[in-house]
């Protein structure tokens, strides 16, 4: 039997960079009022979402993943040759195949990096980051470029009065690269399968190519309905407040911290009656800055902890050496929790 050589990666990893873009167009609750019976008062109250950005055509999963990485990179203080892999998590690149990490990879001129994509809902970011923290100890890498992105105004059914105000677009972005004291904590992971049917897309794909009409969804013109993420509310909410919160406590054990250690808290914008839920739950002290980006930013999925976390240390609510608790929950059921420095 022959002799494999071992792996000679670096000690532990660490996030570099961090970078964010925001689609130019803002939408307030008053244009979702259009098309739903609510109020802006309710929409507020149930959500803590005053304002959503949505893309224009040209703002592409691809264009938006591009501008947010090359600040991710800029930040970092790298070139985008020195790149070796590319990750993106994402549920709203609308073809099987190829990856749009390849054609990200390409345009940001990583030269050749191994590039993918992942698809793990709002978890996605924290999935993508311990995949990426692996390939640099590992050695298969020195940089990783992790990518969150969503155009998930494609996926909302604005007739819904459930959803239609939830959904945002956007790209975040960090770089991953060595370290020589551990800088991300191990991963608490895992998924709930049973629970797959609260949050899903309305119609698979393979509906469309059987062209069956009685089996597709109809507008109330008559015209087929693009696919949409539809959720059961109360039973997301109940999962996320009551066990997301133990899985949180689970990465700060994991990472031999307690809350008081803590600096910063960046959960998956969701909603914000969760994450005052979780905050009280984890009896997170005054001192530690709590992301809200939801409020005007909506849930962007796999995009809302790097938009987040890049928002927070543009506007100096949370400095670079932070410790930050970063959680992501959503869609299979599937979660990811770590602890990491800010960059």
């Not at 040759?81 to 993106?88: S, T």
């Not at 007739?159 to 239609?164: E, K, L, P």
């Not at 049917?197 to 069956?212: C, L, M």
């Not at 909506?298 to 987040?308: K, R, Y």
């Amino acid at each position: 039997m022959a002799k494999i050589k071992p792996s000679q990666g670096a000690p532990y990893a660490r996030i570099m960079g961090v970078g964010g873009y925001r689609p130019v167009r803002v939408v307030p609750n008053e244009v979702i009022l259009e098309t739903i019976d609510s109020s802006d008062e309710w929409i507020r109250s149930r959500s803590g979402i005053a304002t959503r950005h949505w893309a224009s055509p040209e703002e592409t999963v691809a264009m938006m993943s591009i501008e947010a990485s090359g600040k991710a990179i800029a930040d970092a203080g790298i070139a985008a040759e020195q790149i070796g892999a590319v990750v993106v998590s994402t549920v709203s690149h609308f073809k099987q195949t190829p990856a749009i990490a390849t054609e990200i990879a390409d345009k940001l001129g990583t030269q050749k990096a191994a590039a993918f994509d992942i698809s793990a809902g709002c978890a996605g970011f924290g999935y993508g980051l311990t995949l990426a923290k692996g390939m640099i100890v590992e050695g298969s890498a020195e940089y990783v470029l992790v990518i969150g992105v969503e155009r998930l105004s494609d996926l909302t059914d604005l007739s819904d009065r459930a959803t239609a105000f939830l959904f945002g677009d956007g790209a975040g972005a960090v770089v991953v690269g060595p370290a020589q004291q551990p800088h991300i904590g191990p991963t608490v992971w895992g998924s709930e399968g049973d629970k797959s049917e609260t949050i899903k897309q309305t119609v698979s794909w393979d509906r469309f190519h059987i062209g069956d009409v009685n089996e597709l969804p109809l507008d109330s013109e008559g015209h087929i309905k693009f696919p949409a993420i539809t959720q059961e509310g109360q039973a997301v909410f109940r999962w996320a407040v009551f066990e997301m919160a133990k899985v949180a406590q689970q990465a700060l054990d994991a990472a031999g911290i307690t809350a008081d250690d803590l600096d910063v808290f960046i959960p998956h914008q969701a909603n914000m009656r969760i994450i005052d839920s979780m905050v009280k739950t984890l009896k997170l002290p005054e001192h530690v800055t709590v992301a809200r980006d939801v409020e005007t930013t909506g849930n962007t999925s796999a995009a809302s902890i790097p938009l987040a976390m890049e928002r927070l240390l543009a506007t100096g609510q949370a400095k670079s050496g932070d410790t930050a608790l970063v959680i992501g929950f959503g869609a299979g059921l599937v979660y990811a929790a770590t602890v990491v420095t800010l960059p």
